[in-house]
């Protein structure tokens, strides 16, 4: 009878802890809401790197600069063209929902007027103000959520370990009380963030320089979510993240998170450099964004504004073009889920929430039709997203005495087709249904 006992209230205490935690799943479900129907996001990094035109922080910390002609570039950051509103603008007209900008890289300087130093744009650039409130006023007028990146590593920060690659000041280890007051440091320019800013997500980076516990991530993260229950951040708080931040290579299988954010440059370089021109094309970009939305990710495109605050008119073309692409095509991107399997269409798609309507990303011209392998549901109606045009389809190989559903054609005449990439919207007659067996099972029935 005791065991009994015991082992109901072991079940209730399971069920307590079950509970718990879906409950938690579902909250946090609720607060990656709005980033997953978001899909796309753009990055900026912008800092002194831009006045050279060389790589963000790195350049120094790798040696092909001196530190100390590095900090020249204060003199060139002018930001004397440099207008929020445009930017926020042009971000909106791209068809991003949210922008991340870099509030400070690993070089230390901070595009906010911050307590905790003087390195920064207004204390230490020719610029001599902050460049950070005005944008993030400037997003929020437009409606865009605020992503903040923040460099945990701070290279120019005297008490900070890493300086460059050769040369390390200190070990944390060894000297507790100096890491002590870098984490006092940096924890309290988050507080400033969170108090100033209040994001809506906080994209950290260089965690690889020390451990969880050395940079005290979960203290950080329960700060941070202190200050706003809803925050969302990046995976690169040391695994004390909300979503998996791939970076430059679009992942060939679906990821298993179930949130992840593809970070991609238009060229090869994350701040403006004057010498690289090797663009991605519109195409390029649009058809790996139709690639990332297919797996469920997100695309965070980034641009380099170069010194004086103005963004490269390459960019400007490319961001562009994509929101000519991104607007007539809305209902295929926003708030949609991950598409179905390649083996079923051997290119990108996208699902309505409900699963009742399948997008299909059409690159170029297929002269022809459109294949698509073994959907089990009928096909209500077939029309071209942001046109109308109904389209007709015809199902081959259905055989009345197998469950095997055919394969169905859809012609696709020339005179739809996008200049980018056609999608079309094939309405079900109920929740997708794929038939997900081999051949062999229809001979052996
Ligand atoms: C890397 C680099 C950094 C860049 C970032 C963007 O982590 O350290 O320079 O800002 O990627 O994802």
């Given at each position: 009878?005791?065991?009994?006992?015991?082992?109901?209230?072991?079940?209730?205490?399971?069920?307590?802890?079950?509970?718990?935690?879906?409950?938690?799943?579902?909250?946090?479900?609720?607060?990656?809401?709005?980033?997953?129907?978001?899909?796309?996001?753009?990055?900026?990094?912008?800092?002194?790197?831009?006045?050279?035109?060389?790589?963000?922080?790195?350049?120094?910390?790798?040696?092909?600069?001196?530190h100390q002609d590095y900090l020249k570039q204060t003199e060139g950051f002018t930001a004397?063209?440099?207008?929020?509103?445009?930017?926020?603008?042009?971000?909106?007209?791209?068809?991003?929902?949210?922008?991340?900008?870099?509030?400070?890289?690993?070089?230390?300087?901070?595009?906010?007027?911050?307590?905790?130093?003087?390195?920064?744009?207004?204390?230490?650039?020719?610029?001599?103000?902050?460049?950070?409130?005005?944008?993030?006023?400037?997003?929020?007028?437009?409606?865009?959520?605020?992503?903040?990146?923040?460099?945990?590593?701070?290279?120019?920060?005297?008490?900070?370990?890493?300086?460059?690659?050769?040369?390390?000041?200190?070990?944390?280890?060894?000297?507790?009380?100096?890491?002590?007051?870098?984490?006092?440091?940096?924890?309290?320019?988050?507080?400033?963030?969170?108090?100033?800013?209040?994001?809506?997500?906080?994209?950290?980076?260089?965690?690889?320089?020390?451990?969880?516990?050395?940079?005290?991530?979960?203290?950080?993260?329960?700060?941070?979510?202190?200050?706003?229950?809803?925050?969302?951040?990046?995976?690169?708080?040391?695994?004390?993240?909300?979503?998996?931040?791939?970076?430059?290579?679009?992942?060939?299988?679906?990821?298993?998170?179930?949130?992840?954010?593809?970070?991609?440059?238009?060229?090869?370089?994350?701040?403006?450099?004057?010498?690289?021109?090797?663009?991605?094309?519109?195409?390029?970009?649009?058809?790996?964004?139709?690639?990332?939305?297919?797996?469920?990710?997100?695309?965070?495109?980034?641009?380099?504004?170069?010194?004086?605050?103005?963004?490269?008119?390459?960019?400007?073309?490319?961001?562009?073009?994509?929101?000519?692409?991104?607007?007539?095509?809305?209902?295929?991107?926003?708030?949609?889920?991950?598409?179905?399997?390649?083996?079923?269409?051997?290119?990108?798609?996208?699902?309505?929430?409900?699963?009742?309507?399948?997008?299909?990303?059409?690159?170029?011209?297929?002269?022809?039709?459109?294949?698509?392998?073994?959907?089990?549901?009928?096909?209500?109606?077939?029309?071209?997203?942001?046109?109308?045009?109904?389209?007709?389809?015809?199902?081959?190989?259905?055989?009345?005495?197998?469950?095997?559903?055919?394969?169905?054609?859809?012609?696709?005449?020339?005179?739809?087709?996008?200049?980018?990439?056609?999608?079309?919207?094939?309405?079900?007659?109920?929740?997708?249904?794929?038939?997900?067996?081999?051949?062999?099972?229809?001979?052996?029935?």
């Amino acid at each position: 009878m005791g065991k009994l006992k015991y082992s109901i209230a072991f079940v209730l205490l399971l069920g307590h802890f079950s509970t718990h935690a879906q409950e938690d799943q579902l909250k946090s479900d609720a607060k990656m809401q709005w980033f997953q129907d978001a899909k796309l996001g753009i990055f900026i990094h912008w800092g002194l790197y831009a006045v050279n035109g060389i790589d963000e922080s790195w350049s120094f910390f790798n040696g092909y600069i001196s530190h100390q002609d590095y900090l020249k570039q204060t003199e060139g950051f002018t930001a004397s063209g440099y207008d929020s509103n445009q930017w926020a603008d042009l971000i909106r007209k791209s068809g991003a929902r949210y922008s991340v900008i870099t509030a400070k890289h690993h070089d230390g300087f901070a595009l906010w007027d911050t307590k905790d130093g003087t390195f920064n744009a207004a204390k230490s650039s020719t610029a001599k103000k902050d460049v950070l409130s005005p944008f993030i006023k400037s997003l929020r007028k437009k409606g865009l959520k605020v992503g903040i990146y923040y460099s945990l590593p701070d290279w120019s920060f005297n008490d900070y370990t890493h300086f460059t690659r050769d040369s390390m000041r200190y070990k944390a280890s060894e000297q507790p009380k100096r890491w002590n007051r870098f984490l006092k440091y940096y924890q309290g320019q988050l507080n400033e963030l969170a108090k100033l800013y209040n994001p809506d997500l906080y994209w950290f980076d260089g965690d690889w320089e020390h451990s969880a516990e050395e940079w005290q991530a979960t203290k950080v993260r329960s700060m941070l979510l202190e200050a706003n229950p809803n925050t969302i951040i990046n995976s690169r708080l040391k695994g004390h993240g909300d979503y998996a931040t791939p970076e430059q290579g679009m992942p060939i299988t679906r990821p298993k998170d179930a949130y992840w954010e593809l970070c991609m440059t238009m060229n090869n370089s994350w701040g403006y450099q004057h010498n690289d021109l090797d663009y991605k094309t519109p195409d390029q970009i649009i058809g790996i964004f139709a690639d990332v939305i297919s797996n469920g990710g997100n695309l965070l495109l980034d641009i380099g504004p170069k010194a004086d605050g103005t963004i490269p008119q390459k960019q400007v073309q490319i961001l562009e073009t994509l929101g000519k692409w991104t607007s007539k095509h809305q209902e295929a991107i926003y708030g949609t889920r991950a598409g179905i399997p390649k083996e079923h269409f051997y290119g990108p798609t996208t699902l309505s929430k409900d699963g009742n309507i399948l997008y299909v990303f059409v690159k170029g011209n297929p002269n022809g039709e459109i294949v698509v392998r073994g959907l089990k549901n009928k096909i209500n109606r077939i029309w071209v997203v942001g046109n109308g045009t109904k389209l007709s389809h015809k199902v081959v190989g259905k055989v009345y005495w197998s469950h095997y559903p055919g394969i169905t054609y859809i012609d696709l005449p020339d005179k739809v087709l996008d200049e980018n990439m056609t999608v079309l919207a094939l309405l079900l007659d109920g929740k997708v249904d794929l038939y997900r067996e081999d051949g062999s099972v229809i001979e052996s029935n």
